[in-house]
């Protein structure tokens, strides 16, 4: 069933009937469903791999580096195997044994179970205790002692990327699942895992055919996810030669193939499971756990479970800091001609799904204007700090920071409204973006005019007076959805004529669930509240890419809908054949099919006309794939790049205290694409808790690492938003551009509200006091250190 | 451990007698969901920071990720598992469902129960006295705005809902 798009796009324009009926539609889609597991997740019974033990199951502690670069010279476990009660420990060798290249990653097979040979960032795994009590194992990993020949570190992006940086991996090992890296196997003497290129128009010429040229550079620092469930990861043998993976992870799919090719198994020897995730945000994909608690269980025969502390999770993975410089050629009219963007991510010790952010954010980092000339290069590069992956926006959040805050600058400095300055370079519909695909189902001035409105832009701003300040700052945003990926989905009704989905989209509170069970409901004419989601497990659900990058409500929303359409088409053929009518006559409705003359079949009377009782399935399938053109390799020009744009747009009220430094933001509004929405409160939701996560990344959230060492990894030292420090007017405002290949319209939204608000807040910042900040987040001492120094009295250790 | 102290522990637990065999060092959470299965109260940032563990002792919300289980000895603990009649969930528990006000969830069963200790002590707070009182309770999903709706409606009904519960 590799179905395409093309295909079901056709059979939802035309109507099944040559008579006119109203368009096929029970009411379930656009309509704001509460969450199908809404009581469970009151009543404490909503489950989550955290609360599952076994039988026999042994805790496993990680003895972590203490030092970010380094050569092992000895790993010395005797003092932690006399404690009574561990059960084992295991070292990166005793994983050899079992698994002879134990490297992984989804993009570089870069990252060992436990270190080998060497270690790349303080609190990289060097060892696991196994015990029965997860006391004895923690007591025990503490007494590890690892000696270390020290090696020359590097932190900085801008520096590993240099000739004579030192070097983290000896030689890049780029994964065979994607073929575009292939040209990067075995080079060695490098730290920049890959660099990424886009090239339209001709620079040079469009920077001489400018009136105005601007360059910065902007940064950002590292955050954490920070889930507020852990990261946790069970396994147990399933038979002789079969295992089972329980994991809170948002790609059971990509797990299981993983950790059958690092076993050299077929994946049909692995099963992965979950549930419902406390929160994920990126930070619980691809391999995380798993592959080292797999390899526990088979090395020692028992179940095994690992969870993280909430410091182990800052060791674990962290969004991408980013140096992004950028050099912008404008006309005295404003229109930008030529921009060049050049960004180094910092990837950490190990690659994770860096690459690809380095990628997907680098192709849309000349953001959402149109522009005749442009260059971007984009490096993913390793340093000697934990590994970054993807963090809710994948890379674009850090790229709207720059971007946006310089078109502020550029607008400021033409004396053009930031608002105009941008409706005079955006991208419409139809217009090329800078890969050259031609932006469709987008309608980025109804997000301006929705941002107009609601910050009431036309209106005088009082800009406060004495020592607190008031300022307003607007942003726009672009990215491209994560492509090719691939969903499959089955609907499956059982004997009674009641519903259940398998798809392994995992809902870790963006409502999938809920999303999915109103596709289907809309096709099948049930209530979507009647229908049963099954979670994602391998051996009963169907292959999903991965919950991520939005993807989800378009992908397999597409799967499920066709899973539904092939359901209700066995559904109505049985029915048509039972009733003596024809096909045509009949549709789903009400839990019933219907004829137009007024009869009536219930989904379980069809059950029982097919199988003479009440028994048996009907088992729809569908498979999405999106049409997707690789770019090319020089000039990432592509037809295809993308199945659908994402927008956004930000607009930030804010008051700054100037003997202080401290910022409060009074307003917050955030405008979001979202097509047509499924559920449409959902969906602002999404936009509201994505803007409130940016908004603690802008404004206070920051790792730091101090030689490598995080020294504020735990909630006493790194702060998330709670409810005191949100802006008292805040809101989620959707803008709905149907997609016309979107099911039912609809497009992603889960990241769109992370885009805008740093630049928004900080372009606030510059409203209210004139003093432009070039790194985030804006702390108080941030601001007040750029404040003190632009009145020319800087702070005593400036 | 080189030296463990273990003693047995009676306490009431959702209304009903309890008993649990214990070290000392266990924290209330460790034996709420080792001992008696129940795991609305959940450790996360495991330095009493997040509310994520809130349970109630004698009717005051502690941090079960903190608070060791020798201490509930004699005690009346409440977990949210404790706060439904039979199949009907409590008004609060029906205003964070009326108000969507969760994602994830993980969180939810702490708000509710500081929810409960607020409006015990508080029956008609502002939405001032609300935030503050439920400031010490993270969502990485950041349903705030949810949260207090949903405590703000539900403490408008105070007098019907002690009626419901006395």
Same mark, same amino acid.
């Given at each position: 069933m590799a179905a395409r798009y093309s295909e079901s796009a056709a059979k939802v324009v035309e109507p099944p009937s040559k008579i006119k009926r109203k368009a096929p539609g029970s009411g379930q889609v656009k309509r704001s469903v509460r969450r199908l597991e809404s009581k469970a997740k009151v009543d404490g019974s909503a489950e989550y791999i955290y609360n599952l033990s076994l039988p026999g199951m042994l805790y496993g502690k990680i003895a972590r580096s203490s030092i970010p670069h380094g050569k092992i010279l000895s790993i010395d476990a005797t003092a932690a195997l006399a404690v009574e009660g561990v059960h084992a420990v295991i070292t990166g060798e005793d994983i050899r044994r079992l698994i002879p290249d134990p490297y992984y990653g989804p993009a570089f097979h870069d990252q060992p179970i436990l270190a080998l040979d060497k270690v790349r960032y303080a609190g990289e795994p060097v060892a696991v205790v196994l015990a029965a009590d997860p006391h004895v194992a923690e007591e025990a990993a503490d007494l590890i002692a690892v000696e270390y020949d020290p090696l020359e570190p590097v932190f900085d992006e801008v520096a590993a990327a240099k000739a004579d940086a030192p070097i983290i991996h000896d030689t890049l090992k780029p994964a065979a699942t994607f073929p575009d890296l292939k040209y990067l196997r075995g080079r060695s003497g490098t730290n920049v895992a890959l660099s990424a290129r886009v090239r339209r128009g001709d620079l040079e010429k469009g920077f001489e055919g400018s009136d105005h040229i601007f360059e910065h550079t902007f940064r950002n620092g590292k955050v954490s996810h920070a889930p507020l469930e852990p990261f946790v990861t069970l396994a147990e043998m399933n038979g002789p030669d079969g295992l089972t993976i329980h994991t809170a992870s948002q790609s059971p799919s990509f797990v299981r193939s993983e950790v059958s090719r690092l076993l050299g198994w077929p994946e049909n020897r692995v099963r992965v499971?979950?549930?419902?995730?406390?929160?994920?945000?990126?930070?619980?994909?691809?391999?995380?756990?798993?592959?080292?608690?797999?390899?526990?269980?088979?090395?020692?025969?028992?179940?095994?479970?690992?969870?993280?502390?909430?410091?182990?999770?800052?060791?674990?993975?962290?969004?991408?800091? $980013? !140096?992004?410089? #950028?050099? =912008?050629? *404008?006309?005295? &009219?404003?229109?930008?001609?030529?921009?060049?963007?050049?960004?180094? +991510?910092?990837?950490?010790?190990?690659?994770?799904?860096?690459?690809?952010?380095?990628?997907?954010?680098?192709?849309?980092?000349?953001?959402?204007?149109?522009?005749?000339?442009?260059?971007?290069?984009?490096?993913?590069?390793?340093?000697?700090?934990?590994?970054?992956?993807?963090?809710?926006?994948?890379?674009?959040?850090?790229?709207?920071?720059?971007?946006?805050?310089?078109?502020?600058?550029?607008?400021?400095?033409?004396?053009?409204?930031?608002?105009?300055?941008?409706?005079?370079?955006?991208?419409?519909?139809?217009?090329?973006? $800078? !890969?050259?695909? #031609?932006? =469709?189902? *987008?309608?980025? &001035?109804?997000?301006?005019?929705?941002?107009?409105?609601?910050?009431? +832009?036309?209106?005088?701003?009082?800009?406060?007076?004495?020592?607190?300040?008031?300022?307003?700052?607007?942003?726009?945003?672009?990215?491209?959805?994560?492509?090719?990926?691939?969903?499959?989905?089955?609907?499956?009704?059982?004997?009674?004529?009641?519903?259940?989905?398998?798809?392994?989209?995992?809902?870790?509170?963006?409502?999938?669930?809920?999303?999915?069970?109103?596709?289907?409901?809309?096709?099948?004419?049930?209530?979507?509240?009647?229908?049963?989601?099954?979670?994602?497990?391998?051996?009963?659900?169907?292959?999903?890419? $991965? !919950?991520?990058?939005?993807?989800?409500?378009?992908?397999?929303?597409?799967?499920?809908?066709?899973?539904?359409?092939?359901?209700?088409?066995?559904?109505?053929?049985?029915?048509?054949?039972?009733?003596?009518?024809?096909?045509?006559?009949?549709?789903?409705?009400?839990?019933?099919?219907?004829?137009?003359?007024?009869?009536?079949?219930?989904?379980?009377?069809?059950?029982?006309?097919?199988?003479?009782?009440?028994?048996?399935?009907?088992?729809?399938?569908?498979?999405?794939?999106?049409?997707?053109e690789k770019p090319d390799h020089d000039t990432g020009q592509s037809r295809q790049i993308t199945p659908f744009w994402m927008l956004g747009g930000a607009g930030a009220e804010i008051e700054v205290d100037t003997e202080t430094g401290r910022i409060r933001v009074t307003k917050l509004v955030n405008v979001g694409d979202a097509g047509s929405a499924i559920n449409p409160d959902i969906v602002e939701r999404q936009l509201i808790g994505a803007g409130t996560m940016q908004f603690g990344f802008t404004i206070f959230e920051e790792m730091i690492i101090n030689e490598g060492q995080v020294v504020n990894a735990s909630f006493a030292d790194y702060k998330i938003p709670g409810m005191l420090d949100l802006p008292h007017d805040l809101t989620g405002e959707l803008v709905e551009v149907p997609h016309r290949h979107g099911p039912f319209g609809a497009k992603g939204i889960g990241e769109t509200g992370m885009f805008c608000v740093s630049p928004a807040i900080g372009n606030a910042l510059y409203d209210a006091i004139e003093v432009r900040v070039m790194e985030m987040p804006l702390t108080p001492e941030r601001v007040l250190r750029a404040l003190r120094q632009a009145q020319d009295r800087p702070l005593t250790n400036d | 451990m080189t030296e463990t102290h273990r003693r047995t522990i009676r306490f009431k637990l959702n209304g009903r007698p309890a008993i649990a065999e214990i070290a000392t060092h266990e924290t209330l959470v460790e034996v709420l969901q080792r001992d008696f299965n129940l795991f609305g109260a959940r450790e996360s940032c495991g330095q009493g920071l997040c509310g994520c563990c809130t349970a109630l002792v004698n009717g005051i919300a502690v941090s079960g990720c903190l608070y060791l289980a020798a201490f509930v000895d004699g005690a009346e603990v409440m977990t949210v598992e404790g706060l439904a009649s039979g199949n009907d969930l409590h008004p609060i528990q029906q205003s964070f469902v009326a108000n969507c006000a969760f994602q994830c969830g993980f969180c939810t069963p702490g708000f509710i129960l500081m929810t409960k200790e607020l409006l015990d002590r508080h029956p008609h707070p502002t939405t001032d006295e609300i935030r503050h009182y439920l400031s010490g309770n993270l969502c990485r999903c950041a349903a705030y705005p949810d949260i207090v709706r949903a405590v703000e409606a539900v403490s408008g009904q105070e007098s019907d809902r002690s009626i419901d519960h006395p």
């Amino acid at each position: 069933m590799a179905a395409r798009y093309s295909e079901s796009a056709a059979k939802v324009v035309e109507p099944p009937s040559k008579i006119k009926r109203k368009a096929p539609g029970s009411g379930q889609v656009k309509r704001s469903v509460r969450r199908l597991e809404s009581k469970a997740k009151v009543d404490g019974s909503a489950e989550y791999i955290y609360n599952l033990s076994l039988p026999g199951m042994l805790y496993g502690k990680i003895a972590r580096s203490s030092i970010p670069h380094g050569k092992i010279l000895s790993i010395d476990a005797t003092a932690a195997l006399a404690v009574e009660g561990v059960h084992a420990v295991i070292t990166g060798e005793d994983i050899r044994r079992l698994i002879p290249d134990p490297y992984y990653g989804p993009a570089f097979h870069d990252q060992p179970i436990l270190a080998l040979d060497k270690v790349r960032y303080a609190g990289e795994p060097v060892a696991v205790v196994l015990a029965a009590d997860p006391h004895v194992a923690e007591e025990a990993a503490d007494l590890i002692a690892v000696e270390y020949d020290p090696l020359e570190p590097v932190f900085d992006e801008v520096a590993a990327a240099k000739a004579d940086a030192p070097i983290i991996h000896d030689t890049l090992k780029p994964a065979a699942t994607f073929p575009d890296l292939k040209y990067l196997r075995g080079r060695s003497g490098t730290n920049v895992a890959l660099s990424a290129r886009v090239r339209r128009g001709d620079l040079e010429k469009g920077f001489e055919g400018s009136d105005h040229i601007f360059e910065h550079t902007f940064r950002n620092g590292k955050v954490s996810h920070a889930p507020l469930e852990p990261f946790v990861t069970l396994a147990e043998m399933n038979g002789p030669d079969g295992l089972t993976i329980h994991t809170a992870s948002q790609s059971p799919s990509f797990v299981r193939s993983e950790v059958s090719r690092l076993l050299g198994w077929p994946e049909n020897r692995v099963r992965v499971r979950t549930a419902f995730l406390g929160g994920g945000f990126g930070g619980k994909l691809y391999i995380k756990l798993e592959a080292l608690v797999a390899a526990c269980t088979l090395l020692v025969r028992k179940p095994v479970r690992i969870a993280l502390t909430m410091e182990e999770q800052f060791y674990t993975i962290t969004k991408h800091g $980013a !140096t992004v410089r #950028l050099k =912008t050629g *404008v006309k005295k &009219d404003g229109r930008i001609v030529a921009r060049e963007v050049e960004t180094w +991510w910092n990837g950490g010790a190990y690659a994770d799904i860096g690459p690809r952010v380095a990628q997907k954010s680098g192709l849309t980092s000349a953001g959402p204007y149109d522009i005749e000339n442009i260059a971007i290069d984009s490096h993913a590069i390793y340093t000697n700090e934990p590994p970054a992956g993807a963090l809710r926006g994948f890379g674009v959040s850090q790229v709207v920071w720059a971007y946006e805050s310089q078109a502020d600058i550029i607008a400021r400095a033409l004396k053009i409204d930031p608002l105009e300055f941008r409706r005079r370079n955006i991208l419409r519909e139809g217009r090329p973006h $800078a !890969t050259g695909m #031609l932006m =469709t189902d *987008v309608d980025i &001035d109804a997000i301006l005019d929705r941002l107009a409105q609601r910050m009431e +832009w036309d209106r005088p701003f009082d800009h406060g007076s004495e020592t607190i300040r008031r300022g307003r700052g607007i942003a726009i945003g672009i990215k491209a959805c994560v492509a090719p990926t691939t969903s499959v989905a089955m609907v499956n009704i059982y004997g009674d004529g009641s519903c259940g989905i398998c798809c392994s989209t995992v809902d870790m509170g963006q409502g999938s669930d809920t999303a999915m069970a109103q596709i289907a409901a809309e096709i099948l004419g049930i209530s979507a509240e009647a229908i049963r989601v099954i979670h994602p497990d391998t051996d009963v659900t169907p292959y999903d890419m $991965a !919950t991520l990058g939005s993807r989800s409500t378009y992908h397999m929303g597409n799967a499920v809908r066709h899973a539904a359409e092939d359901a209700r088409a066995q559904l109505l053929r049985i029915a048509a054949t039972a009733l003596q009518t024809d096909i045509d006559e009949l549709e789903c409705q009400d839990g019933a099919v219907m004829t137009r003359s007024g009869g009536r079949m219930t989904f379980r009377e069809v059950m029982v006309a097919r199988f003479a009782m009440q028994a048996g399935n009907i088992i729809g399938v569908g498979s999405f794939i999106p049409p997707y053109e690789k770019p090319d390799h020089d000039t990432g020009q592509s037809r295809q790049i993308t199945p659908f744009w994402m927008l956004g747009g930000a607009g930030a009220e804010i008051e700054v205290d100037t003997e202080t430094g401290r910022i409060r933001v009074t307003k917050l509004v955030n405008v979001g694409d979202a097509g047509s929405a499924i559920n449409p409160d959902i969906v602002e939701r999404q936009l509201i808790g994505a803007g409130t996560m940016q908004f603690g990344f802008t404004i206070f959230e920051e790792m730091i690492i101090n030689e490598g060492q995080v020294v504020n990894a735990s909630f006493a030292d790194y702060k998330i938003p709670g409810m005191l420090d949100l802006p008292h007017d805040l809101t989620g405002e959707l803008v709905e551009v149907p997609h016309r290949h979107g099911p039912f319209g609809a497009k992603g939204i889960g990241e769109t509200g992370m885009f805008c608000v740093s630049p928004a807040i900080g372009n606030a910042l510059y409203d209210a006091i004139e003093v432009r900040v070039m790194e985030m987040p804006l702390t108080p001492e941030r601001v007040l250190r750029a404040l003190r120094q632009a009145q020319d009295r800087p702070l005593t250790n400036d | 451990m080189t030296e463990t102290h273990r003693r047995t522990i009676r306490f009431k637990l959702n209304g009903r007698p309890a008993i649990a065999e214990i070290a000392t060092h266990e924290t209330l959470v460790e034996v709420l969901q080792r001992d008696f299965n129940l795991f609305g109260a959940r450790e996360s940032c495991g330095q009493g920071l997040c509310g994520c563990c809130t349970a109630l002792v004698n009717g005051i919300a502690v941090s079960g990720c903190l608070y060791l289980a020798a201490f509930v000895d004699g005690a009346e603990v409440m977990t949210v598992e404790g706060l439904a009649s039979g199949n009907d969930l409590h008004p609060i528990q029906q205003s964070f469902v009326a108000n969507c006000a969760f994602q994830c969830g993980f969180c939810t069963p702490g708000f509710i129960l500081m929810t409960k200790e607020l409006l015990d002590r508080h029956p008609h707070p502002t939405t001032d006295e609300i935030r503050h009182y439920l400031s010490g309770n993270l969502c990485r999903c950041a349903a705030y705005p949810d949260i207090v709706r949903a405590v703000e409606a539900v403490s408008g009904q105070e007098s019907d809902r002690s009626i419901d519960h006395p």
